[in-house]
């Protein structure tokens, strides 16, 4: 067990952190949202409390008790008033240690998860997310989807959950993470209750290769009808953190995509008015993740918005960024650093982050200080190097019949594929 | 101008501390120095929202909103963000029914930058017809995506309409598609010229910055800004709801869905506290008695939530619900209903009482962790209750809350006719987003 601490005694509140090195890229094929299910599984009882009496007694303390998964790792954590300290590592080694798994409990949870997948179509950015990672990483675990499809979260056992809680749960892949209002020694102290009941167990790797790259120029319609608004999405890869190119490429994107300032929300918000906002992204992992943009036009405007979103991509691709918008970029990272650790609850989150990753613990500062070293003509090359505007997909949430059949047409695609809003 | 008048200070928490100033012009400044990191966050809490608008200019509030990061005599069109992100800075705003505020966050450094271009921006903004115009066009595409599009947004802008007869609540703060289109340069004038004026702004700032450079700065450039004369409120206090109304409407969307508004009473009423606390015995959290029963139990639920509105004036508790697959909307009210008729025969037990004051508690702290996030409580309470340590002080107001006060606010307040329920269909058309597009009814 690694332990991580973070004082911050200016308020009466502790953070309690127990994360472990097993999420959604781990599951088996066909199960997928099983470690999502094991973690919610953990607040419907535990050896000596139902669910509602685990309920009542979080709230009773003066806490927050949070379960959540994402595609490498577990964490469950609370937040507790400094009073009930003592009482609320009690009652979170209980939960992450003995959990009840109760067979009743698990049929309602994969009832409920099925009535989430559901209810969660009504939003347009996420459907429109998920089909772009779904489709650019096709084949990869980080194409899937660490909530499951309904199909796959039906056909999860209580064997299954009970297995995957056995490997995933153990001291020797848990990181502990402990900050706020409380001490060094006592840190020490509460991280050996929270997982001193968990088995010894070893230390998960996160098996992941690297992505391929898209070829071509692929479209994504998720056909929902009745849409007044296109929620747009381009993809392609961008770099990994132990990219030579990574810290040029964070400049770049800032320039590009990355501030309300950057060319593109000037191009698409603040000249036309096509979108609310308009942005890019890079990814982050020990992998090489996604480089995406995202808009939301009218679908009057959709295929002229993306027209310009690929000028401008390509563009980009092609000329890189010069000495002026790099210098105001690292200037503006470089500032507003101090907001990333301006409170010990972020300091502590980036400290976990870091180990989660494999990083050293001031990775972050680093890369500030890398920055000042990288040029425009470095920015360029980087930028060049690693996106690729002639292999991308594209996502597009809007009726197939009406603004979809435009979109079609607005350049030569190489793989156009429509799919219902409703599909997993 | 004469120094400003130190009016009070204000206890806020364990360890910090509000100072009131005051203005020759009517400006307040509310300070709270907190050196915790080197970053501090300025607001700007104007006095207005879109209850000061009428039918037919609805959307005003908040069109002016974004226009005021696009130009003025001294800054030029793009620099006011181009100069806060230079800072290393972030800045945004919202606009709500009783209030519109702006707000930026900046290294300590950046002091003297910040109050220069919220001052000028108080008094030099220009409104030209160009930019009125493409920034109506980003507003009507944020109305798209938080509204037209978007089902939750929908079904709480109807809700609204159909809880309030009268009082300007039932307008939508993002205003009607319509109304959008026709605002021009002119209304947004007169709104700024009428209501963005030191007398009706208060200043709140919190974080790493010495108290005398605040305050010279503050003078320095707020100090020549006249007051205006503010207009009467034109309020038309919504009359007593006697009889239960209902409404439906169809929304693409894969569940029912149900949407349903107590009447309230205003976040300074005496008894505002103990229906929050009530509301979190009903709403708040997976041991809550609805969570329980409508989410856990019954399985007629996937999602489940309410909680008492935080405004200047009465309002409604706003509960929403989607319903699982193949639940009908009267299972579930009759449900609710039930569970309101528990509450009203016998008050929560003290243990539920003492979890709700706990989850409040901690609320309260978690508030607490940003100058942001604190700078924001200060505006907010100062604003709405006129009491910017009120994030502390109401929790007194939580300790001394009684069972006996949670029987007489659910007898007071969770009343069938007090209530307004919506009934969301899958399918239909888009939501009709004109005020002419209800449908209620009194039953």
Redesign the interface.
């Known amino acids: 067990m690694k332990l991580l601490f973070e004082a911050s005694r200016?308020?009466?509140?502790v953070q309690l952190v127990a994360t472990f090195r097993a999420g959604g890229v781990s599951d088996p094929v066909g199960l997928e949202g099983l470690s999502r299910i094991t973690a919610r599984m953990l607040?419907r009882g535990s050896r000596t409390m139902t669910?509602?009496q685990l309920?009542?007694r979080?709230?009773?303390?003066?806490?927050?008790l949070a379960a959540s998964v994402g595609l490498g790792s577990t964490t469950v954590g609370v937040?507790?008033?400094s009073r009930s300290l003592e009482k609320a590592v009690a009652l979170a080694a209980e939960v992450i240690a003995e959990p009840a798994f109760d067979e009743d409990e698990l049929e309602?949870l994969k009832?409920?998860v099925e009535?989430?997948i559901?209810?969660s179509?009504?939003?347009?950015e996420g459907l429109a997310a998920r089909a772009l990672r779904r489709r650019l990483f096709a084949g990869h675990p980080h194409g899937r989807r660490v909530q499951g499809t309904i199909a796959s979260v039906r056909a999860i056992t209580r064997e299954d959950v009970i297995a995957h809680h056995r490997r995933a749960f153990s001291q020797e892949n848990a990181i502990v993470a402990i900050g706020g209002d409380v001490s060094g020694e006592q840190a020490t102290d509460f991280a050996v209750q929270l997982t001193e009941r968990l088995p010894k167990g070893e230390r998960l790797p996160y098996a992941v290769g690297a992505p391929v790259p898209p070829v071509g120029r692929r479209l994504v319609i998720v056909d929902?009808?009745?849409?007044?608004?296109c929620q747009l999405g381009i993809g392609t890869l961008g770099a990994d953190l132990a990219d030579e190119d990574y810290v040029a490429l964070l400049l770049a994107n800032a320039v590009f995509g990355g501030?309300?300032?950057s060319r593109l929300n000037?191009e698409v918000?603040?000249?036309?008015?096509?979108?609310?906002g308009a942005s890019s992204g890079l990814a982050t992992g020990p992998v090489r993740e996604a480089f995406t943009v995202w808009s939301?036009?009218?679908v009057d405007d959709a295929v002229a918005c993306f027209e310009l979103e690929l000028g401008l991509l390509e563009a980009f691709c092609a000329h890189g960024i010069d000495e002026a918008e790099l210098g105001?970029a690292r200037?503006?990272?470089?500032?507003?650093?101090?907001?990333e650790?301006?409170?010990g609850?972020k300091r502590l989150q980036q400290k976990l982050d870091c180990l989660l990753l494999g990083l050293p613990d001031d990775f972050h500062a680093q890369i500030i200080e890398r920055m000042g070293a990288v040029t425009a003509v470095d920015a360029s090359r980087s930028v060049a190097r690693r996106l690729d505007p002639k292999g991308m997909w594209v996502s597009a949430v809007l009726d197939a019949e009406d603004v979809g059949s435009d979109l079609r047409e607005a350049i030569a695609w190489d793989e156009v594929v429509v799919e219902p809003f409703?599909c997993d | 101008m004469n120094s400003p008048l130190l009016v009070r200070t204000h206890a806020f928490g364990p360890h910090l501390s509000i100072e009131r100033y005051r203005f020759d012009n009517g400006l307040t400044l509310l300070f709270c120095p907190d050196h915790t990191a080197p970053v501090f966050s300025f607001q700007t809490w104007f006095s207005v929202g879109s209850r000061h608008e009428y039918e037919g200019k609805t959307g005003l509030a908040h069109l002016l909103e974004h226009l005021m990061f696009n130009e003025t005599k001294n800054v030029p069109h793009g620099e006011f963000d181009r100069r806060v992100e230079g800072a290393g800075a972030e800045s945004n705003a919202a606009t709500f029914l009783d209030w519109t505020f702006y707000m930026i966050n900046a290294p300590a450094d950046a002091l003297e930058l910040v109050v220069g271009l919220e001052s000028d921006r108080m008094q030099h903004l220009v409104l030209r017809d160009e930019l009125v115009a493409s920034e109506r066009e980003v507003v009507k595409n944020e109305r798209l995506q938080c509204v037209d599009d978007d089902v939750d947004g929908a079904v709480g802008e109807r809700l609204f309409r159909e809880a309030f007869s009268t009082h300007g609540y039932g307008r939508p703060t993002i205003g009607w598609m319509a109304d959008i289109e026709g605002l021009t340069a002119a209304d947004c004038r007169e709104f700024y010229s009428t209501y963005y004026a030191p007398n009706n702004a208060t200043i709140a700032v919190v974080g790493d910055v010495q108290r005398e450079v605040l305050l010279s700065l503050i003078e320095r450039c707020y100090g020549a800004i006249a007051a205006s004369e503010l207009p009467i409120e034109d309020v038309h206090p919504e009359p007593l709801q006697v009889t239960e109304r209902h409404a439906s409407m169809e929304q693409p969307t894969p569940t029912l869905k149900l949407a349903i508004g107590y009447k309230s009473p205003a976040m300074g009423d005496v008894d505002h506290p103990a229906l929050v606390l009530l509301c979190d015995v009903v709403f708040s959290g997976r041991s809550s008695r609805g969570y329980r029963r409508l989410v856990h139990e019954l399985e007629f639920a996937s999602e489940f939530g309410g909680q008492a509105g935080h405004f200047r004036d009465p309002s409604i508790v706003d509960i929403s619900i989607t319903a699982h697959e193949g639940i009908a909307a009267e299972r579930i009210l009759a449900e609710l209903d039930e569970l309101f008729a528990e509450l009203r025969r016998e008050p929560p037990t003290q243990e539920e009482l003492e979890r709700v004051k706990a989850r409040v508690e901690l609320s309260t702290i978690q508030g607490m962790q940003s100058s942001s996030g604190k700078a924001e409580q200060i505006g907010f309470c100062e604003l709405v209750l006129g009491d910017p340590a009120a994030l502390w002080t109401r929790l007194d107001a939580f300790a001394r809350v009684t069972r006996s006060d949670l029987l007489r606010v659910a007898r007071r307040y969770f009343v069938p006719e007090g209530r307004t329920v919506l009934i969301v269909e899958p399918g239909g058309d888009p939501p009709d987003s004109s005020p002419d597009g209800a449908s209620g009814v009194e039953a």
């Open positions: 200016e308020l009466p509140l607040r669910g509602e309920e009542g979080v709230d009773s303390l003066g806490a927050d937040e507790v008033v309602k009832r409920q009535a989430e559901v209810a179509r009504d939003e347009d929902k009808p009745e849409r007044s608004q501030m309300f300032t000037q918000r603040v000249k036309r008015g096509w979108s609310y939301a036009p009218s105001f200037e503006f990272m470089r500032r507003s650093y101090a907001f650790i301006d409170t609850k409703n």
